[in-house]
């Protein structure tokens, strides 16, 4: 059986990753924010959702980094994949919304906001399971 430290350095590369990219993000909603404000409002607050959220993310990957094999850290990971599909599913709806903009196929829309939902019931639903695991 491997320890937690070795079980825990990918996702701790991972994460590393996972921040450059979210300064990337910080970047990419500054710019937005500034440049496009002409924008429909709902468009603009969903990418300050976005980062929000996105925000919380990272500190919850960086909280269960901090912690990895203790029982706090045990105690995040379930939030966690709440927080991912509060991610997941605007953006999935998002591309729903243009796919239909773009090519006026409401059946195609329909299919992607389907499986957007189902991947946010499963994201609470997992959350529930791992949460009742103690």
Known sequence: MPSVELAFCPMLFGVFLKTLLYGVLMLQAFIYQRTYKSDKTWIRCLVGYLFFVETLNTA?????????????????????????VMISTPVQLFIAWRIKIISGSSRLAGIIAFFAFSSFIGGFASTVVTSNCD
Do not use: L, S
């Not at 912690?67 to 927080?83: C, S």
């Open 60 to 84: 919850f990957d960086w909280g269960t980094m901090k912690r990895w094999g203790a029982e706090r850290a045990t105690r995040i990971v379930p939030v966690n994949h709440v927080v991912m």
